[in-house]
């Protein structure tokens, strides 16, 4: 990691699935750099292990369901309540459809729909909650989580492609739209990422991720972190509308 400043210091984050994996270590990035931020995830038990590093008045975390808008509404106002305006919005939450994945002639519409509405509905509907207020302070920064299999198209991730995808057509819509009120949003993609998701995957295919991989390894979620901080930051104030592949080289743009 890089040397930890205080860049963030005054600022509110919040963080959607962010009890483990690449939100976790985003919220440590976060926190680790003066902010004061606010998670949400359905998995309570870990976010006492993820965090408990940093001081607890800088933090609020909500268990809850990222698909009910009700659940995130509610987590947006106790945020705004704990700490105040967001600040620095980090749609990180979503997912594939994991062991119910297929190829596509034989998938079917529910599977679709949760892989729409944890990745692609979640965004839109946090993004919603705070670009008025970003908007009329004429300041903010949201970035969202799609992944390289958006551009690579993996087989057996229609889905998850689809939604991903989707996730960069919004994210370029509304940087257009907010770019005016100084407001930046940005997507990020990532490849391999040594994940609880990842790490269910066998020796053979973790071999063959490797091969596919130019950088020859699998990244950890600091390295996903340390991007999504510096979009976050004054560094990256000419930044938006823009997709950040982290992958490794597997995907090119």
């Known amino acids: 990691m890089t040397a930890i400043t205080q860049r963030f210091l005054g600022k509110t984050v919040a963080i959607t699935g962010a009890a483990h994996g690449i939100g976790a270590a985003t919220a440590r990035r976060f926190l680790a750099e003066g902010a004061s931020v606010a998670v949400i995830d359905r998995e309570a038990d870990d976010f006492a292990e993820a965090l408990g590093a940093f001081p607890p008045q800088r933090q609020f975390s909500l268990v809850g369901?990222?698909?009910d808008a009700a659940v995130?509404?509610?987590f947006h106002a106790r945020t705004i309540a704990a700490f105040?305006?967001?600040d620095i919005l980090f749609n990180n939450v979503g997912q594939s459809g994991r062991e119910r994945a297929t190829q596509f002639h034989e998938s079917e519409e529910e599977v679709w729909r949760f892989v729409l509405e944890i990745s692609l509905f979640t965004t839109m509907r946090m993004s919603r909650l705070v670009a008025p207020a970003m908007r009329e302070r004429g300041s903010g920064r949201i970035i969202n989580m799609s992944s390289d299999a958006a551009l690579v198209g993996d087989a057996g991730l229609a889905d998850?492609?689809?939604a991903k995808m989707g996730i960069i057509g919004f994210t370029r819509s509304l940087a257009r739209e907010l770019a005016p009120h100084?407001?930046?949003v940005n997507a990020v993609a990532p490849g391999a990422i040594r994940?609880?998701?990842h790490d269910r995957l066998t020796p053979e295919v973790i071999e063959r991720i490797k091969?596919?991989?130019p950088a020859g390894f699998i990244a950890e979620p600091e390295d996903v972190a340390g991007c999504v901080a510096f979009l976050a930051s004054e560094d990256a104030r000419y930044v938006t509308?823009?997709?950040?592949l982290i992958d490794g080289g597997r995907w090119m743009i």
Do not use: I, N
């Open 211 to 213: 091969a596919t991989t």
């Open 160 to 162: 998850y492609a689809a």
């Open 195 to 197: 994940t609880r998701a």
């Open 72 to 74: 995130l509404a509610e």
């Open 84 to 86: 105040g305006p967001v």
């Open 182 to 184: 100084r407001v930046t």
């Open 65 to 67: 369901d990222c698909t």
């Open 241 to 244: 509308g823009q997709t950040l």
